[in-house]
């Protein structure tokens, strides 16, 4: 007799990720209690189970959700507003006197609902988040039904969130307890750079996250002017300060790692450390390209992120992958570089992996969750298709993503938001876009 289960999809092809560049025809993927129980031919499922749910999606590709590895969610509400600068510009002249100006917790529920919605209509069912007011961020997270990795950010300036580095730290980790129990939050330490933390914290920093065993994230090796920065202050580039205190580890995420000479890579790959590649928004403030098949070469796991809305300005997984395996490809002379299952990879089991999720997400294995998604290949402008892999990097966007699950639980059905308001979402825009339009904020201090 047929066992009774959630869900059964069957695809048109399924790309698991595990085991690496497999590509599965007539296949079909099991779901019971939000977890995958099979993935097996079709045929063979017909048999077995009886779904209370079924798809049959013939012209799309199922494949694990994408993992968004670095972004500030909230900053969707600051999309457009801080263009064609420099980062130091960036962040002096617009994105920290607004920031002072407008951020509060409603801000942050506000603009991390709405970045939500928008990463899971492309197929994003993870991020890691660096930004103020976690536990507003949290509450965003569990109403659109996402899984977030939320930052503890630590900064040294004061904001509307915190005071100091001590308050940053003693408010993030209470947010982190409250939120002990939610299945689909987690959280991170969140130094936000070495430009903008001192040794004293960062030492505290590497002790709590050795005794909370959470990862490290933070922005590293940005600019030039960061690395210059520090052989000013410090005597020596971050990489290496961050060595001396303690920080590089397996649980490290390096965020953008763009200026990195050979010993700094081969510093990353011997401590373990993650790195989160950010090429578009590398890109639109002119930061660099980051040397991302030496990193590969050198044994580096790369993962890829989004940064905020305000530097990119999408919300984009499938479009950061492109971009990183374009970029890799003219940087290094190497067109065979990043081929497109390697990109897939870093789009999910890397990013999982990087945020300590590797057991739970980012590939199609019985166990883990079903955090899914779903690309359609059948619009005239997507064929001919000869190879699904090459398809969903090089030509399909995220507009042709149409169905996506998280936990098993849909989210988005035929492109369109399970139990969110489309209504909703726009009435929040234009709400803040009319409050932050009402006046330029002034000059003043960074409010992070």
């Known amino acids: 007799m047929p066992t009774q289960i959630d869900l059964l999809i069957e695809p048109g092809w399924i790309i698991p990720i595990e085991p690496a560049g497999t590509v599965l025809e007539g296949y079909a993927l099991a779901v019971d209690k939000g977890r995958i129980v099979a993935l097996l031919p079709a045929a063979e499922a017909a048999g077995r189970y009886a779904p209370r749910e079924h798809f049959l999606l013939p012209s799309q590709v199922l494949m694990p959700g994408l993992v968004n590895a670095h972004t ?18 960036w962040l002096n002249e617009r994105i920290w006197p607004a920031e002072k100006e407008h951020v509060s917790a409603d801000f942050i529920r506000d603009g991390t609902l709405l970045a939500a919605w928008e990463m899971l209509r492309g197929g994003i069912t993870c991020f890691n988040d660096m930004y103020f007011f976690p536990g507003a961020a949290a509450e965003a997270a569990r109403a659109a039904g996402i ?32 939120w002990r129990d939610e299945p689909l939050v987690s959280f991170t330490l969140a130094p936000h750079a070495p430009y903008t933390v001192s040794d004293r914290t960062f030492e505290q920093v590497a002790t709590l996250a050795a005794q909370l065993d959470v990862p490290i994230h933070i922005h590293l090796h940005e600019t030039r002017a960061e690395i210059d920065e520090s052989i000013a202050r410090h005597g020596v580039r971050p990489i290496e300060r961050l060595q001396r205190l303690g920080l590089l580890g397996p649980n490290l995420i390096a965020v953008h790692a763009v200026h990195l000479d050979a010993q700094e890579i081969n510093q990353l790959a011997a401590s373990g450390c993650f790195v989160a590649h950010c090429p578009t928004s590398n890109l639109k403030l002119a930061s660099g390209i980051a040397p991302v098949a030496q990193l590969l070469a050198g044994g580096v796991r790369v993962a890829l992120g989004t940064d905020g809305a305000a530097s990119n300005n999408r919300l984009d997984i499938l479009r950061e992958a492109r971009q990183a395996a374009l970029l890799a490809k003219v940087a290094s002379g190497d067109a065979a570089s990043i081929p497109a299952h390697q990109a897939l990879r870093m789009a999910t089991l890397d990013g999982a992996a990087a945020l300590g999720l590797e057991a739970k997400t980012g590939s199609l294995v019985p166990g883990k969750w079903a955090d899914l998604c779903a690309v359609r290949m059948d619009e005239w402008n997507c064929q001919p298709c000869y190879d699904p892999a090459s398809h969903v990097i090089h030509v399909a966007g995220r507009d042709h993503v149409s169905h996506v699950w998280v936990a098993g639980l849909p989210r988005i059905l035929d492109g369109q938001p399970v139990g969110g308001s489309v209504r909703e979402l726009i009435g929040i825009s234009k709400s803040w876009h009319n409050r932050l339009s009402l006046r330029e904020p002034g000059e003043s201090q960074p409010a992070q």
């Open 147 to 178: 899984r977030a990795v939320l930052g503890v950010t630590v900064i040294e300036f004061p904001s509307a969130y915190a005071s100091d580095a001590d308050d940053y730290l003693t408010k993030g980790l209470a947010v982190r307890d409250a």
């Open 72 to 89: 500030h969610a909230a900053m969707a509400l600051l999309r457009g507003h801080a263009d064609d600068l420099p980062l130091m510009r």
